[in-house]
Structure formats: C-alpha cells, structure tokens
C-alpha cells in the first residue's frame, strides 16, 4: 500500500526557509486522482492544514499561509514539498504530509505520514 | 473559514463504557466531516469519513453520525488501545479545510 515519510532539516534559524520533502512508496505519485497535503501541529495543540497540490501542479494554501507557503511535486522523483519562508518560533510544530482521497467531491486524508519535527530556534 | 468546535475537550471513562464525542460546524457542512483517532507520538490515523462511513479495517464499535452543523462519533465498549485523541475535519467545499481542537480521551 501507499506509504508517505518526510524529510528535511530538523533545526531552522529564524527568518530562514524551512522546506521539507514527502517521499511517496507503493504507488506512482502521479497515479489516480489525489491531491497531497500538508498538515502541521505545535507541540500539544491541534492539527492545522498548510496547502496541497495536484499532479498537475494546481496548489492551494491555507490564507493563513498563503503569502510564505510554496508545495511543488516532482513526479519523478515520486515526491512533494513544502517550502515555508520567513520562518518564527510560531512555526515550530510537528509537519505530516498526507494523501487527500474520496469519491464524489467528499474527501479525506489517507494515509499520513509519520511526522518530522521541525524546530525554529536560532 | 469553517471553524470546527469539539466537546468535551477531554473525557475520562473506563473499558467497556460508551463514549461520545460532539463536533460542531460554525456553518453547514452537509456531510463533510471525517474522524481521526492520534495517538502520542503518531500521525493521526482515519476513523470515519463521509460523517458515518467506517473506514476499512476500523473495529465496528466506533460509529459516525449526523449531517449539517452537528455531528458525533461514538465508541461502544471502550478497549485499553482507544485512550487517544479524536479530532474531527471538515471538507467542505474548497480549502482550507479544518479541523476541531481535538478531544482527549482518558482512562478513568
């Protein structure tokens, strides 16, 4: 089946750009009609939907993120990413990538990711 | 945005009880919510979508319901594995999508 594993720096300087790569196993990328996600949560608090992309490259973003938030796909690398720039301590959190799935318009994400913890500290 | 309000914000019960757990839309979202169950230290994994669609390989004793602004999971007889964190999400329309503050379930 489908597996998703991030990766990427696990200590980043305030004001510099965090960016992380989810590599998808047991299944092309580019296959079936998916959009793929990104997903954070802060230490203790809840989950927080960061942007997506198609296999196209169409992408939307959270407008809360919108102005610093960047996801690309590299289909043959079988892989996605997200940059997010101007980073603070506010961004430190726990990022899971996912697969957006369903059928006739409803939509869920599965599977996840296990997570990497990113840390914004100088 | 759809802002997502869950109650209780944690629970204590004990194996064998029944549980639920409520999540609440700030606008109609028809049937657009899904449950996740997380564990610590784990990604969140997919309970129930679709409001009261069980997602495969999901023991029979959770159980979704309700459709517009309120919605509910319950649990029929608690197991020691299902002490976790419940989160709902709504998918309503197009992004961004959201999800409730989560709700702690606890052993009594």
């Known amino acids: 089946q489908v597996q998703l594993q991030e990766s990427g720096p696990g200590l980043v300087k305030p004001s510099q750009t965090l960016s992380l790569t989810c590599t998808v196993s047991?299944?092309?990328?580019?296959?079936?009609?998916?959009?793929w996600s990104w997903i954070r949560q802060p230490a203790g608090k809840g989950l927080e939907w960061i942007g997506r992309?198609?296999?196209?490259?169409?992408?939307n973003y959270n407008p809360s993120l919108k102005s610093r938030v960047t996801i690309s796909v590299d289909t043959s690398k079988n892989q996605f990413s997200l940059n997010l720039s101007s980073v603070t301590a506010a961004d430190t959190a726990v990022y899971f990538c996912?697969?957006?799935?369903?059928?006739?318009?409803?939509?869920?994400?599965?599977?996840w990711g296990q997570g990497t913890l990113v840390t914004v500290s100088s | 945005d759809i802002q997502m309000t869950q109650s209780p914000s944690s629970l204590s019960a004990s194996v064998g009880d029944r549980v639920t757990i409520t999540c609440r839309a700030s606008?109609?979202?028809?049937?657009?919510l899904n449950w996740y169950q997380q564990k610590p230290g784990k990604a969140p994994k997919l309970l129930i979508y679709?409001?009261?669609s069980l997602q495969s390989e999901v023991p029979s004793r959770f159980s979704g319901s309700g459709s517009g602004t309120d919605f509910t999971l319950t649990i029929n007889s608690l197991q020691p594995e299902d002490f976790a964190t419940y989160y709902c999400q709504q998918s309503y329309n197009t992004p961004p999508y959201t999800f409730g503050q989560g709700t702690k379930l606890e052993i009594k």
């Open positions: 606008q109609s979202i028809s049937s657009y």
């Open positions: 047991g299944g092309s990328i580019s296959s079936g009609r998916y959009y």
């Open positions: 679709a409001a009261s």
């Open positions: 992309i198609y296999t196209s490259g169409s992408t």
């Open positions: 996912a697969r957006e799935t369903g059928f006739h318009s409803q939509q869920w994400f599965d599977p």
